[in-house]
């Protein structure tokens, strides 16, 4: 018995030896197997990879930013005069556009218009500047589309610092701080003195190695050219009948950011506007009350220190945390050319501004604001662009209240606002050029000499509602 135990234990061992073995054999060979599909897979993923960048960059991304508007106009003028437009429906498309065929190259553009309810352009009432270039795509035109943005921006690295230059009708509206309140990102210039389109250059170059957020930027920019289409017989200067040449306006500026951890941020800028046109009414240029002549009248400097808080403190609630605080102080400075009455008068004249904010969350998920700004006598920035239906908010001589609520409806594709704006002038001139039309005159003497100074608007206020689809 014991003979037949061992012998087929042996037995036994032996066919589970071959069968291990055989085993063996099967699992090396499925290794072998599995190996060749892993070194497969990743030459796949490999050239895949190359495919989707290929792909990625021989393809224009599109975004799209569409927002129907509501707004409810009303106006008093010094001698009590009232007019309202108590149904003003408006739709506004930004078609966005992007490609980046390497990785320090980038263009971007965007196409716009910016239509009332039922309004052909050519059959509804023009204003004196509503397709001036400076606020083409602001203004209330027809269904056209036309070039908002569009430029080429390179992104290289020289000596170890990331740096910028970019051409063409560049980014110059929804600047920092002014951002807040139109539910955008902000762009480069300080939207307390720069509101405004225009073509032009910028050059930046990153310092953040040395402070954190630390950036330079030199921008230049032609707000007017003065060459008349081709073969024009008139000749190649830009005039109008009666009216005298106007040369180039060329503004040069810089924008330096000295520090931006994230929670805390400043920002500075400083321009010079060369050759900046205005309306004569008073005889100097041949010009009359009844037929005014644009001509040149000098230089304007301009500059903004402003500073911003992202949440209040260090994680002491979710309300303080997502509360924003801001104030800025800008300053504007006349160059009258010769005997050229600048904002009416020959003489070198200085305004100021002061404006501070806070946006925070509300209980809705949304977002409320409330700012104030002031301006002086002579206050004058270029922010003809502002997205303001009564007229530049951040451009008064006076003082500019509002109020907003912005709400997320589906995520972060469909929102709706509601803002309250409300502007009282201590001045006349504030939306004006920068000639005799930009006159500072008080409300006072205007009142009391409306055979002079007319009727001007001293009071002004905008209720505006939205509904806001991007994508």
């Known amino acids: ?34 190996q060749k599909l892993e070194k497969t897979q990743k030459k796949n993923t490999k050239k895949i990879g190359k495919v989707n960048s290929l792909a990625a960059k021989d393809n224009i991304k599109f975004d799209i930013d569409f927002r129907t508007s509501y707004d409810n106009l009303q106006y008093e003028t010094v001698g009590g005069n009232k007019y309202t437009n ?62 908002r943005e569009a430029y080429w921006l390179w992104t290289p690295t020289v000596g170890g610092f990331p740096t910028t230059l970019s051409v063409g009708r560049r980014p110059a509206t929804n600047g920092f701080l002014i ?30 190695k040395y402070v954190s957020g630390m950036y330079i930027k030199l921008c230049l ?42 929670q805390y941020s400043l920002m500075t800028n400083y321009y010079r506007a060369f050759n900046v046109i205005g309306n004569d009414v008073s005889g100097q240029n041949g010009g009359t009350p009844a037929a005014p002549v644009m001509t040149t009248y000098g230089e304007m400097d301009g500059a903004a220190i402003s500073g911003q808080i992202v949440g209040i403190g260090n994680e002491i ?10 104030a800025s102080f800008a300053w504007s400075q006349t160059r009258p050319d010769g005997t050229q009455r600048m904002l009416g008068s020959a003489e070198k004249q200085a305004g100021s501004s002061y404006w501070i904010g806070t946006q925070m969350p509300n209980l809705t998920g949304g977002k409320f604001g409330l700012e104030y700004n002031h301006g002086s006598k002579y206050w004058r ?29 589906i995520d972060d594709v469909f929102s709706m606002q509601i803002r309250y704006t409300y502007l009282k002038y201590d001045y006349t001139g504030s939306n004006a050029f920068f000639g005799d039309g930009g006159a500072p005159v008080s409300m006072a003497t205007a009142l009391s000499a409306p055979a002079t100074y007319g009727d001007p608007v001293e009071k002004a206020q905008d209720i505006r509602v939205y509904f806001r689809y991007r994508y």
Do not use: C
């Not at 014991?2 to 099967?26: C, E, G, H, P």
């Not at 149904?87 to 990785?103: K, Q, V």
């Not at 009564?390 to 006076?398: E, P």
């Open 179 to 208: 951002n807040h309140r139109d539910d955008d990102k902000a762009k480069s210039p300080l939207g307390h003195i720069i509101n405004m389109e225009f073509d032009g250059a910028s050059g930046s170059i990153k310092l953040d």
């Open 221 to 262: 920019g032609r707000g007017i050219t003065n060459a008349k289409a081709r073969f024009d017989q008139a000749g190649l200067d830009y005039t109008e009948a009666g009216s005298p040449a106007l040369d180039n306006m060329d503004l040069t500026g810089v924008i330096f950011k000295p520090y931006d951890d994230g």
């Open 317 to 326: 609630n979710d309300f303080l945390d997502n509360t924003i605080l801001f």
């Open 86 to 147: 108590d149904a003003l429906y408006s739709n506004r498309l930004w078609l966005g556009m992007g490609y980046a065929p390497t990785d320090t190259m980038l263009f971007k553009g965007q196409l716009s218009f910016n239509k009332a309810f039922g309004a052909s352009y050519n059959q509804r009432a023009k204003g004196g500047y509503d397709q001036f270039d400076w606020v083409i795509n602001e203004n209330l035109t027809d269904d056209t589309l036309k070039v």
């Open 381 to 409: 920035p270029f922010t003809y662009g502002e997205d303001t239906m009564i007229g530049s908010k951040m451009a008064v001589r006076g003082s500019a209240y509002e109020a907003y609520w912005t709400q997320p409806i």
């Open 1 to 34: 018995m014991k003979k037949i135990i061992a012998l087929s234990t042996v037995a036994f061992l032996s066919t589970a030896l071959y069968a291990n073995a055989d085993m063996q054999a099967q699992i090396d060979e499925l290794t072998k197997k599995v």
